[in-house]
């Protein structure tokens, strides 16, 4: 569908994109290296730094024992000290154990210490529902980062995009959480995948497709969910804008105002469950200026159940959104407020 | 529900107690065998951590435990879980998303839970049962209920910061706990010669002022001698104490591991300890059982488990609705 996809083929997974990320940066520069769980020899519980360290070595790619905690601040005291670090938690759910060096040191050191020190990390991570794991290690809790400020909050949803986000990111002089649906891992991405360096820049939302009559704000997985509605409703003469903010932290609302401006309509949707949710901020944002008076319908939203993820599969798919969901919350609006 | 019969005490100290525990070990193996089936014909979903190899252990430490005494368990728990003395049809019913299983559906392979055997639950994070046990221990303390909490973790859970504080939060207020560190070499890809810089990993509690001992986890015995020892000494008021069962998982970590951070030879070293065997031939030499007997015990384990299996395929499916209300304990009035 996209220009890029003419200059090259590269379908690669998010897997593939994420490594190709990492090894662009490891070349380029030698303070950066990654550390984590598994990652050496088994190439992450996800297989995405496969062969990483074949390519650079066991001081480069780290293999960690089981403590979060002491390798999130082990890279915290590494980036304070010249080196700008990768760090991968196995699951995101995980993040609750180094959640001290994450919230309390990570993210506040540039500020509390007025500038004199500051914080060039990258946290990656799995998270999200859909494999059976259970409430564990199914979460989605971008919202837990986004309300901490001094983080910068990365969710991407497609390989091409989740390459060149990374990119920044790891240029990025502050510390930057970096949240990868685990169920886009083994899948190519509806966009070929960039052969070279070119980065996407952080917090800059992205307008996924263009249409007047409803505006969609989703995030991570939901971005591909929206699209195969956006896709399915355009036959029936339904047509969507779609937008993926990509960075939920800083974020960039001008693309959504300008959108609501022109449909009138809008509908959020996350993973995550909806009390307390980041799309809550969105549907504040447009309520709080002058967009609110563009709408026509009241905003929808559809998140997750406020529950912890479920085991079986049949409730499993209960707990979050699906595209039906979505379709039938998009068709609603559009044919109910006219 | 079946009644639960656990039988207490020596593996050898009578041919009842060296039934028990060849069932038991029996039980655990051909359950986690079934599992692997079930996942691999589709009808389980999500991933399984299975505990082939490690049987003597949890059968060993569960021995030494009255039914009121309490466990918290770990990812790879349903050994654990079995040699408590969980209902093996209510355990696969969880596997298989039914609504009779242990948590409704709810909660899968890293979740399952029994009161009734005092199992406080299986747990998905590494390392996060380990506080649990000693809050249970706790409670005993405060309640003077006389009954102890046992902690099972693996290897890889012991450089988690809960393992540290909560052995020192133990020693200080010397209670009723076993901190029982199945040393399985591994902890995903990760050895044990990599992640600690020490040998004997029950030396950990020499930094806590907690004894520890390190047995030979392949060995239901030498397990079951530890496990009492540690009992005892809890249940009188001497505090906590560490046990180390080195042992070996013979499978993967989980289904998606390539296993490439070991050799096969060292797997096949491995199966040759293999825990049933070992004890069949301690059996032999002391003429506490029979072939026959043998042979009739390993049948009862397999039919129990196909029964369980047969049981929970036909109960009823989980369902949605009143997850909602699930949530939260009600309050009462
Ligand atoms: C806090 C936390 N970190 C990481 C994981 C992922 N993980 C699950 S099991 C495991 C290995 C655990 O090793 P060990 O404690 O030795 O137990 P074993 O699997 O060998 O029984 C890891 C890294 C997790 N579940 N929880
Ligand atoms: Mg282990």
Known sequence: ?338 | MTTIQLLKGHPLSSKEHATHALLYMWKVRKFEEAVKDLFGRGMMHGTMHLSIGQEASATGMCLALDLADQITSTHRGHGHCIAKGADLTRMIAELLGKKIGYCGGRGGSMHIADVETGNLGANGVVGGGIPIAVGAALASKLQKKGTVAVSFFGDGAMNEGAFHEAANLAAIWKLPVIFFCENNHYGMSSSTDKAFAIHKLSDRGLGYGIPGVTVDGNNVVEVYEAAEAAVARAKSGGGPTIIEAVTYRWEGHSRSDKNLYRTKEEIEEWKHKDPIPKFISILHEKNLLSQVEIDAIQQQAYDEIMHAVNEAVKAESAEPSGLLDAVFKKVSA
Do not use: C
């Open chain 1, 1 to 338: 569908m996209s220009e890029k996809s003419d200059t090259n083929n590269r379908m690669l997974t998010m897997a593939e994109s994420l490594r190709e990320a990492m090894t662009i940066a490891m070349t380029e520069r030698d303070d950066v290296f990654l550390m984590g769980e598994d990652v050496g020899i088994y190439g992450g519980a996800f297989g995405v730094s496969s062969e990483m360290q074949n390519k650079f070595g066991e001081e480069r790619v780290i293999d960690t024992p089981i403590s979060e905690l002491g390798i999130v601040g082990a890279a915290v005291g590494a980036a304070l000290a010249g080196m700008r670090p990768i760090v991968e938690i196995q699951f995101s759910d995980f993040t609750a154990q180094a959640m001290d060096q994450i919230a309390n040191q990570a993210a506040k050191i540039h500020f509390m210490l007025g500038g004199a020190l500051h914080v060039p990390l990258v946290l990656r991570t799995p998270q999200g529902s859909g494999t059976g794991a259970a409430a564990q290690h199914s979460q989605v809790l971008e919202t837990w980062f986004a309300n901490i400020p001094g983080l910068k909050v990365v969710v991407p949803s497609n390989p091409a995009d989740a390459k060149g986000l990374l990119l920044s990111a790891i240029d990025d002089p502050n510390p930057v959480i970096f949240l990868e649906h685990k169920l886009l891992y083994k899948f190519p991405g509806r966009d070929a995948v960039p052969e070279g360096s070119e980065r996407i820049p952080l917090g800059v939302s992205k307008v996924v497709r263009r249409g007047s009559d409803l505006t969609i704000v989703a995030t991570g997985i939901m971005v591909n969910k929206s699209w195969d509605v956006a896709e399915k409703l355009a036959a029936e003469g339904i047509n969507i804008t779609l937008i993926d903010p990509r960075t939920i932290s800083p974020l960039d609302m001008e693309p959504i105002h300008e959108s609501v401006r022109e449909t009138g309509r809008l509908l959020v949707v996350q993973e995550g469950p909806s009390h307390g949710g980041f799309i809550n901020e969105v549907i504040a944002r447009v309520s709080e200026s002058p967009t609110f008076g563009s709408l026509i319908a009241p905003i929808k939203r559809l998140a997750g159940m406020n529950i912890p993820i479920p085991y079986a599969p049949q409730l499993e798919r209960a707990a979050v959104p699906q595209v039906e969901d979505i379709e039938v919350a998009a068709r609603e609006i559009v044919k109910n407020w006219r």
